[in-house]
Nanobody
Framework: HVQLVESGGGSVQAGGSRRLSCAASMYNPSSYCMAWFRQAPGKEREGVAAISTGGGITYYADSVKGRFTISQDNAENTMYLQMNSLKPEDTAMYYC????????????????????WGQGTQVTVS
């Protein structure tokens, strides 16, 4: 059974930074596609970034390219999302997700690709 626990959310001023963490309990962490999604009130869940843990290939939504960085620490079974130059429109609940298979591919942004989800951590930018 895979458990994902997000942390690092909170309130931040526009232009500021925040780092989210996702602690994962899984055997063989290099065999997953890991991703961050977000969901604002009244909106659909949106793929933010993903990483193929087997090879480190990363994917980003256009709205966060150049501002957010996804990374992993396989030794610690932890994934990160470094968020810089935050904007009010980045306000959302952020979720960590894991999908079986170490390669994400170009459908990484589809929630249906992922088998496991965390409970989310709120980020509010004002």
């Amino acid at each position: 059974h895979v458990q994902l626990v997000e942390s690092g959310g909170g309130s931040v001023q526009a232009g500021g930074s925040r780092r989210l963490s996702c602690a994962a309990s899984m055997y063989n962490p290099s065999s997953y596609c890991m991703a961050w999604f977000r969901q604002a009130p009244g909106k659909e869940r949106e793929g933010v970034a993903a990483i193929s843990t087997g090879g480190g290939i990363t994917y980003y939504a256009d709205s966060v390219k150049g501002r957010f960085t996804i990374s992993q620490d396989n030794a610690e079974n932890t994934m990160y999302l470094q968020m810089n130059s935050l904007k009010p429109e980045d306000t959302a609940m952020y979720y960590c997700a894991a999908g079986l298979g170490g390669f994400c591919g170009y459908s990484w942004y589809r929630p249906s690709m992922y088998n496991y989800w965390g409970q989310g951590t709120q980020v509010t930018v004002s």
